[in-house]
């Protein structure tokens, strides 16, 4: 068993083209020996976003705290704290920072999703 603080990992800027106010840190992944998922934790400042985008996998989102806006081609629906959020994959999307806190989430993916 593993357990550490998630402010005993460093917060990485989110460089993806389109990212603007987002920062991420892999709580769990490969490094602690975790078979399967990585567990990141997103931070988006107020105004900022992740970019559009889609991937072959999916991935499952819980938010825990701010407000905000999870955005497809088809649609917008508003985000907040205790919602849960499942991105099919290959689903373009999008997650931004509708509110004035930051808006932060936990993201669960495949270990071997990139």
């Not at 550490?4 to 490094?31: D, F, N, Q, Y």
């Not at 849960?84 to 989430?105: D, K, M, S, Y």
Request: aromatic residues 6%.
């Amino acid at each position: 068993m593993q357990i550490k603080s998630a402010h005993e990992v460093e917060a990485k800027v989110v460089e993806m083209e389109g990212a603007s106010g987002t920062t991420m840190r892999l709580l769990i992944g490969p490094g602690d020996g975790a078979p399967n998922f990585n567990m990141r934790l997103f931070e988006i400042a107020p105004g900022g976003h992740t970019p559009l985008h889609s991937h072959p996998w999916e991935h499952e989102v819980y938010v825990l705290s701010g407000q905000g806006a999870v955005r497809t081609p088809a649609a917008e629906k508003a985000v907040s704290g205790t919602d849960c959020v499942f991105i099919p994959p290959g689903e373009q999307h999008q997650f931004a920072n509708t509110g004035r806190q930051p808006l932060r989430f936990l993201c669960l993916v495949p270990r071997d999703s990139g």
